[in-house]
């Protein structure tokens, strides 16, 4: 029997699609691509965005397209909002939502009731990448007012230390050499039980040999400057680079968002961790054309877009999600789709002019950069500080090892390096 799976929005759901992956590959069920005939389909989707939902729909189509009598199981956020709008998603009996906030378990639960399979649960990402990502934390309590995930994913739900820590060693084990902790709001992580983020990546790094640790994204409420000297002091292994969310650059937005911290708390943060690694990569995410944001406000924004410098920027217009308070803000301050457009310009135009200026700050540095693919001889790979890296002279042994390598010069959103031989 086949089955192909479809991984829409963050990490957290990509985390948990390896997972299940690996668990029917373990099963004795043979994966194949999401646009090849399979019998089971499984669609991990995402509901931040109307357009992530717009997605979610259209991978439901293309998998009855590709095979009508197929089994089509839609799990993910979307399905969870679909659930309790209480709508259906059934076309011909064949496409079944599973609602559940424990995706993994629902799926095999499913599958063993109505198909009489026995799956083998089997929590470790099946997964031959060099960098695997891993859900450590789910569930968000914050409650931002544009957000609909803490609605759909609940309460914060951390995995134990001992359990993340022999993940991550069967993992290196099997060659991965980046573990990237992912989580719905991951500086949560360990709350309900008192512990902290800090306490698991010290146990990953005085268990392990050679992985090295990246965070998928920090929300600036959850992190302090004393996190940022503590997860600085450790060993190389921990990766200088954090995605810190700013999504406003106006405190009056920020407030209307309900983020929880001003712009100069925001600013305080990106230089404490510029001095502790003047190297460090600042990635961020940030939402333009929220209800009743004006020309002045989203000038805010730009300058200090601009004024932090960050070395990559999401940008998106502003998407109003059912159960916000934003949703209410919408139907009365809705800011046009052209002037969202407008602004989402303007912004991307900062952002490359940040990312060139942090490219040309690293030129001549030499950088640990995980070789994930080699095409003739040119090996692509992200560097410790999160800069995608082209280097030439490649050699196939060094494909999913990291190779220290010399920056040479910016190519677009790439930088070009030089290895250099041992």
């Known amino acids: 029997m086949k089955f192909a799976i479809k991984t829409l929005g963050c990490k ?43 997605k979610s729909r259209q991978f439901v189509n293309r998998a009855l397209r590709a095979n009508p009598n197929a089994l089509v199981l839609v799990t993910g956020c979307y399905s969870r909002k679909v659930h309790l709008e209480g709508c259906t998603f059934c076309r011909n009996g064949k496409v079944i939502l599973l609602p559940s906030v424990e995706k993994e ?80 709001n991951l500086g949560y992580y360990g709350k309900e039980r008192g512990e902290n983020l800090l306490k698991l990546i010290e146990a990953i790094l005085q268990n392990t040999q050679s992985v090295r640790i990246r965070l998928s994204s920090l929300e600036p409420f959850t992190i302090n400057k004393e996190f940022l000297k503590k997860y600085f002091s450790l060993e190389e292994r921990a990766c200088p680079h954090l995605h810190l969310p700013l999504q406003s650059g106006s405190n009056e937005i ?21 001095a502790l690694n003047p190297l460090v990569g600042i990635t961020t995410d940030v939402i333009v054309g929220f209800p009743g944001e004006t020309e002045e406000q989203f000038m805010e924004t730009l300058s200090f877009c601009e004024k932090v410098s960050f070395s990559r920027m999401h940008i998106f217009p502003f998407s109003p999600r059912p159960h916000t308070e934003a949703m209410k803000l919408e139907e009365q301050q809705g800011i046009p789709a052209k002037i969202k457009r407008e602004r989402e310009k303007a912004l991307r135009a900062i952002a490359e002019r940040s990312r060139e200026k942090f490219y040309q700050s690293l030129v001549g540095q030499t950088v640990d950069v995980l070789i994930e693919n080699r095409n003739q001889k040119t090996g692509k790979g992200y560097s410790e500080n999160y800069v995608p890296v082209q280097c030439e002279n490649i050699r196939e042994e060094q494909v999913g090892k990291i190779v220290k390598v010399k920056l040479v010069k910016s190519q677009g959103e790439w930088m070009k390096g030089t290895p250099l031989q041992s």
Request: proline share 1%.
């Open 12 to 54: 957290v759901n990509q985390s948990e699609s390896d997972v299940i992956a690996s668990s029917l590959s373990e099963s004795l069920l043979h994966q194949v691509g999401f646009e090849e005939k399979a019998d089971i389909y499984i669609i991990n989707t995402c509901a931040v965005t109307r357009e992530a939902e717009r």
């Open 105 to 184: 378990t629902e799926v095999f639960d499913y599958l063993k009731t109505k198909l009489n399979l026995e799956v083998k649960s089997n929590k470790v990402p099946g997964t031959n990448r060099s960098r695997v990502w891993i859900k450590v934390e789910d569930g968000c309590e914050h409650f931002c007012s544009y957000c609909i995930v803490p609605h759909l994913r609940g309460k914060v739900k951390s995995r134990e230390i001992c359990e993340i820590v022999s993940e991550v060693k069967i993992l290196e084990q099997r060659g991965a050499r980046e573990i990237v902790l992912s989580g719905i």
């Open 254 to 274: 920020l407030k209307k968002m309900k983020r929880g911290y001003s712009k100069e708390f925001f600013e305080e943060l990106v230089y404490s961790a510029r």
